[in-house]
């Protein structure tokens, strides 16, 4: 079968430990309006750190032990940005640029393996030994610390200083005019968004039971990716809502990036999907006032943007399905790119259906 149950299972688990750096970005972005590019070098700071302390026989304190340190990479950051006046941009850059050196420092070397090592999933594999609940132990250890996650993170929004913080990222200067000191809101809040980060990291390497000096590349592009995913399917209304988005969003980019990898997509091209998937999230709502515009200029002359989107839509499918049936140089790429464009064309579909129009082609 093209999609079976271990493949999504697995793209699950995946998108659930990965949806904490989705949260984490979900906190220092859209609440506290800080982009925070530290996210890569402490996505493996915590990896680094909770990789070492497992190894050493306390794979629950290597938990703790690693968001200590993503506490310490944020506090940092925040730091160089409230008391230095280093731009955020800039402050999330020369901290990742000084964890690559510090994370080499902690592990010694540039790969650390836990194959021998014991893990907070081969803790529960253990307790639900010959129970109908083995083959899930993973998603199961998952679900219950992005669950946990959630609801802290939830609580403390709701909570006087964490009312703060969402002030602060929506207007500074009245929260300064209030008596709140806003570079202590910054501080706080970067260094929850990093702990968590760093647990993510620390979870991963358990997962995997290994760590890579690399392993963090790209992080923050994967979690701004299911960011937006989540937002643009659940929209911004409630916090709760937004935060169940987010971790959805996690879940569905991990998805696709398991489908991709079974038209044997190259793992060097999975970089390209992400920005892909980023770019179209981001200038979605840009796009969509657009192609309004567009489709009311061409009503005037009798014409239907929609259902020239879905004759474009349909040609692409049939086109690249065939280079890639065709041309063995590329053909992942190409399926990949058909089946890209049999989406776009759903979408034509059901926008013209929408507005009332019949699907000609």
């Excluded at 999330?92 to 070397?109: D, H, Q």
């Excluded at 702990?195 to 620390?202: D, E, P, V």
């Excluded at 937006?228 to 169940?244: D, S």
């Amino acid at each position: 079968m093209f999609i079976t149950w271990a493949l999504l299972q697995n793209a699950l688990e995946l998108g659930l430990i990965y949806g904490l750096v989705a949260l984490a970005l979900f906190l220092s972005y859209s609440m506290l309006g800080v982009c925070d590019l530290s996210t890569d070098g402490c996505f493996t700071l915590g990896c680094a750190v909770g990789s070492v302390v497992a190894i050493n026989g306390h794979p629950v304190l290597a938990i703790f032990a690693a968001m200590g340190a993503g506490i310490l990479s944020g506090l940092i950051t925040a730091l160089l940005q409230t008391k230095l006046g280093v731009e955020s941009l800039l402050a999330g850059i020369i901290v990742n640029t000084g964890l690559y050196t510090i994370n080499i420092v902690i592990m010694g070397r540039s790969t650390l393996s836990l194959n021998d090592s014991q893990t907070v999933f081969t803790l529960l594999q253990d307790l639900l030994e010959g129970t109908p609940l083995y083959e899930a132990r993973k998603l199961i250890v998952a679900l219950l610390f992005v669950a946990v996650v959630v609801v802290l993170l939830l609580l403390f929004l709701n909570t006087r200083l964490g009312l703060s913080i969402r002030a602060t990222g929506n207007n500074p200067d009245m929260v300064k005019s209030s008596s709140i000191n806003p570079a202590l809101m910054i501080t706080i809040g970067l260094c929850l968004s990093s702990a968590i980060t760093a647990l993510a990291g620390c979870l991963i390497g358990e997962y995997n039971k290994s760590c890579d000096i690399n392993m963090g590349t790209g992080m923050v592009t994967i979690a701004l990716a299911s960011l937006i995913i989540g937002e643009t399917i659940f929209g911004r209304k409630t916090i709760p809502w937004r935060a169940l988005g987010v971790v959805v969003g996690s879940c569905l980019y991990r998805v696709i990036v398991a489908i991709a990898l079974r038209f044997d997509l190259p793992a060097s091209a999975l970089k390209l999907v992400s920005a892909i998937i980023v770019a179209v999230a981001i200038s979605y709502p840009t796009l969509m006032r657009m192609l309004d515009f567009q489709q009311r200029k061409l009503a005037r002359r009798g014409k239907d943007l929609n259902r020239i989107l879905l004759v474009v839509f349909a040609a692409l499918t049939v086109l690249l399905a065939a280079a890639g049936l065709l041309l063995p140089q590329g053909r992942a790429l190409l399926l990949m790119l058909a089946a890209l464009a049999a989406i776009g064309t759903i979408w034509a579909a059901l926008r013209l259906k929408k507005k009332g129009g019949a699907v000609k082609c």
